[in-house]
């Protein structure tokens, strides 16, 4: 029987679905389809009917609550024990719908509300709270794998962008570029006939619709408390996802640029500075090693460490790959792995491999995210945070090509557990898990480091005496095999 998610809409969410005054996005219509197509549940909290009772708009709220008993309510909430006599209306509502979420009465909450994330987040529970772009993109990842591609990046010079700036896109920037003495656009104008570049991101139809300004400083000053940052660094001026491709790992994607690129310019450190509202930003970044340094007028600025050579510290191999990535832990304390994967599972998860892409140049495209999941009948659980794996492409290559950083590894028996682990991973079709789950499953989330410029082969690792036979799970190797392997491969 096909496993059926339950998710709890936020009631900023609901009063869109239900009033037809207003029309809906695409992503919240996509979603509300799909949902359909899975046969998952949508349900509202009791407290979002009190919520919506006192909207001031009295149409509205009849309309609101007229259509409400279409959705699910959820049966038995138990009220937040946070809640006291002094906590206002809308405060204990929120709180109660996620102590829903906290209780597991549902597998995921959707909500716009930026302070319900933040909340989620610092009690824990972050990963199961998404807003629509997200929801919906699992959603598609489940039920339309073939359907999801995620868009091509550009290297781009700025000047191209100028017939872009009256694109929405480049509307919520201008609150924070426009002053007395300066208009966005005239910023923009003035940093384009620099030479300035970007990397952009297209919707189907062509459209810009995600942007990340870069640049390369010298001996900068960051903050307002003068700290500089001695020797060349990547600054990334704008970075910004518009709503229309939200949710599609774009984040990653132009990181995974900003780390290239400071690689093969040898900068020392890649900052940011941005808003303090801007949480998914913010939560991307210190995901992947940027830390606070003070800050820049009202914004907050965030820098990361990218030594030329790997530091050694003595960090947890998880903990090192955060903060340094794309360096990682490789020493003798750490173990090594190879992973056989069918080519039609490598062709999901390294889609950029089949196309023979590079991220830069004229047409440049980046095929996948950092941030990886992997399925698996392995008998083995040596398996830990921080190991390296190698995956061998098994069948028609036979050949090991990507190199990961391990961030999970647990056994599941429940598609619906698995669905949720990876529900913000690399594409997996609902069939797909289910069939799976059939039998305790493995699931690894990784870190994608990289691929080899050589790939190398089964013949080669025969010769080479790394492995005696076929490989046909996964395989744990010595420090001198993965030591010889990298030779192999010229990383």
């Known amino acids: 029987m096909s496993q059926r ?118 009690a824990g529970f972050g990963h199961r709270i998404y807003n629509i772009q997200t929801a919906e993109d699992w959603l598609r990842r489940l039920h339309e794998p073939a359907e999801v591609q995620l868009p091509n990046i550009e290297d781009v010079h700025m000047y191209s962008l100028t017939s872009h700036l009256d694109s929405t896109l480049f509307d919520s920037l201008r609150a924070s570029y426009d002053t007395p003495e300066r208009s966005f656009n005239t910023w923009f104008h003035s940093k384009a006939q620099t030479g300035r570049k ?65 690689t093969d310019n040898r900068c020392e450190n890649i900052f940011v500075h941005t808003s303090p509202e801007q949480i998914y930003l913010l939560e991307l970044l210190k995901d992947f090693g940027f830390e606070q340094h003070g800050t820049y007028g009202t914004d907050i600025m965030l820098v990361k460490a990218h030594p030329s050579s790997p530091p050694e510290n003595e960090l947890n191999a998880l903990e090192y790959a955060r903060l340094y990535f794309p360096h990682f832990r490789m020493d003798a304390a750490v173990r090594k792995f190879l992973v056989p994967i069918k080519p039609q599972y490598h062709h999901v998860l390294f889609p950029e491999l089949a196309q023979q892409a590079q991220l830069f140049g004229g047409s440049s495209t980046a095929g996948n995210a950092i941030k990886q999941a992997y399925l698996c009948k392995a008998k083995t659980t040596q398996v830990q945070p921080g190991d390296v794996v190698l995956f061998y492409r098994t069948e028609d290559q036979q050949a090991i090509t990507t190199v990961g950083i391990v961030e999970c590894y647990e056994v599941h028996d429940s598609a619906t557990n698995i669905m949720q682990l990876v529900s913000r991973r690399t594409v997996y079709s609902q069939k797909d898990i289910e069939a799976m789950a059939s039998k305790p499953t493995k699931v690894m989330l990784f870190r994608l480091v990289g691929h080899f410029p050589t790939p190398i082969t089964y013949s080669c690792l025969i010769q080479e005496e790394i492995v005696s036979g076929p490989i046909q799970s996964i395989t744990k190797i010595s420090d001198d095999a993965f030591s010889r392997i990298l030779k192999l491969s010229q990383w």
């Not at 992503?27 to 009190?50: D, E, M, W």
């Open 198 to 262: 970007a990397w952009i991101a297209r919707i189907d139809h062509g459209e810009v619709e995600a942007v990340c300004i870069y640049a390369m400083q010298t001996d900068e000053i960051i903050n307002d408390d003068k700290e500089c940052l001695q020797g060349l660094s990547l600054k990334l001026c704008t970075f910004k996802v518009g709503e229309q491709i939200r949710g599609r790992k774009i984040g990653e994607l132009f990181l995974k640029a900003a780390f290239r690129f400071a």
């Open 5 to 122: 998610l339950r998710f709890l809409l936020d009631t900023n969410i609901l009063i869109p679905l239900q009033d037809t005054m207003l029309v809906l996005e695409p992503s919240l219509a996509n979603f509300v389809r799909l949902a359909g197509v899975g046969g998952h549940q949508l349900l509202y909290h009791p407290a979002s009917k009190i919520d919506i009772e006192r909207d001031k708009d009295t149409e509205r709220r009849a309309r609101t609550l007229a259509r409400l008993p279409q959705y699910t309510k959820l049966e038995g909430a138990p009220s937040s024990p946070r809640n006291t006599a002094q906590t206002s209306p809308n405060d204990a509502c929120d709180n109660d719908i996620l102590h829903a979420l906290e209780c597991s009465a549902v597998h995921a909450l959707v909500t716009e509300d930026k302070e319900i994330h933040a909340k989620a987040r610092s």
